[in-house]
């Protein structure tokens, strides 16, 4: 065997200081992507925070960003017109709930809320019953649509009502579940399609992350 | 006997070559207004196939929707007429397409059978789906 040629052992040291920068610019990348977790439905960094809103619930309770304070709160926007998505995400929110009994911040400071965006037609009473069938345990809250403002405008939720034939509207809305963490900051928006098991992780993965940067 | 989610009862004067799958009705929860049917459509005729019309003794209003869902928004429209070339099928799932049921005549609970008319031009295929709390697990 020949022994190599000047001109390729200085190749070959030229690669190796290339592979050794290459390496270097990797590792970096690693750790800057550390700081912003590959969690994908993460809202990070500079999450947007809740303010103040008054909602009204069943029994003439207020649903006030007091009623989420402490907890970690899965926040879906609908109404009981709905004859598809709603009940949909309504069970399998039921299911993710199922799914997270033995995680101990969801079973200490896990909640489900059920906003309508339909007030004309869903009262209070009417909606807890709705929300009730898939859980005992989910919340419901609606109001006029001021109040309804002070929730959805820092969200971004969009509802709109559109006329249908065979009943008087419908109402076009915003269809992600939001993930709002103990102190009113917005850590996730969850996406279509919803499903327990992606659901069940991305509250693991939010509160772990949301409970380490507080 | 009922008929329940499933193979026709085959009448004289059914839709020629319509075949209908695993059709189901979501319970509604107390308080909604309505609820929706789920099914596969199929025609195994030897010709177009068009179904337009749709017709529940236990409902006031029956109609075809699409739920669409784009841009993190999701809406309800009316669907037209849906057409079937010979050998080919629609799905009606949740998410999609469904036949929507307004204004039910009495309560609906999980087993209980929903009778379902499903018009092509002058022929109708009837059968009965049952109540489901929950969506059957995909086949
Ligand atoms: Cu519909």
Not at chain 1, 15 to 34: N, P, T, W, Y
Not at chain 1, 138 to 165: D, K, N, Q
Not at chain 1, 200 to 211: L, Q, V, Y
Request: glycine share 8%; aromatic share 6%.
């Amino acid at each position: 065997m020949q022994t190599p040629s000047p001109r390729l052992q200085a190749n070959a040291g030229i690669a190796l200081i290339a592979f050794v920068a290459l390496s270097a610019g990797a590792l970096f990348a690693v750790l800057r992507e550390q700081q912003r977790p590959a969690i994908p439905a993460l809202i990070w960094p500079n999450p947007p925070t809740l303010g103040a809103f008054s909602l009204s619930m069943a029994g003439g309770k207020m649903l006030t960003q007091d009623s989420l304070k402490g907890h970690w709160t899965f926040l879906f926007f609908g109404f009981t017109h709905c004859p598809d998505v709603c009940p949909n995400t309504l069970a399998v929110l039921k299911q993710t709930a199922l799914r997270l009994s033995e995680d101990p911040t969801y079973r200490a400071q896990g909640q489900v809320v059920f906003v309508s965006v339909d007030p004309a037609r869903d009262q209070p009473a009417a909606l807890a019953q709705y929300v009730q069938y898939f859980d005992p345990n989910f919340l419901a809250a609606t109001g006029p649509e001021t109040a309804l403002a002070g929730l959805t405008a820092p969200l971004g939720v969009i509802h709109a009502r559109v006329p249908m034939t065979g009943e008087d509207y419908s109402v076009d809305h915003t269809a992600a579940i939001f993930l709002i963490d103990p102190k009113l900051r917005l850590l996730g928006v969850l996406s279509l399609p919803h499903e327990a098991a992606k659901l069940s992780t991305a509250f693991r993965d939010i509160s772990a992350f949301g409970t380490q940067n507080p | 006997m009922l008929l329940l989610a499933g193979v026709l009862p085959s009448a004289a004067l059914a839709c020629p070559g319509l075949e209908v799958k695993g059709a189901w009705v979501r319970e509604p929860p107390p308080a909604s207004p309505g609820t929706a049917a789920f099914m596969s459509l199929h025609n195994a005729g030897a010709s177009a196939l068009t179904i337009t019309g749709w017709r529940s003794p236990q409902f006031g209003t029956t109609m075809l929707h699409a739920t669409l869902s784009s841009g993190g928004q999701t809406k309800m429209r009316g669907h037209a007429q849906l057409s079937m070339a010979p050998g080919e099928g629609i799905v009606l799932a949740p998410g999609g397409l469904h036949v929507m049921l307004m204004k039910p005549t009495g309560t609906l609970h999980e087993g209980e059978p929903v009778s379902l008319e499903l018009s092509c031009g002058p022929q109708t295929t009837s059968f009965e789906m049952p109540v489901r709390r929950e969506a059957p697990a995909a086949p």
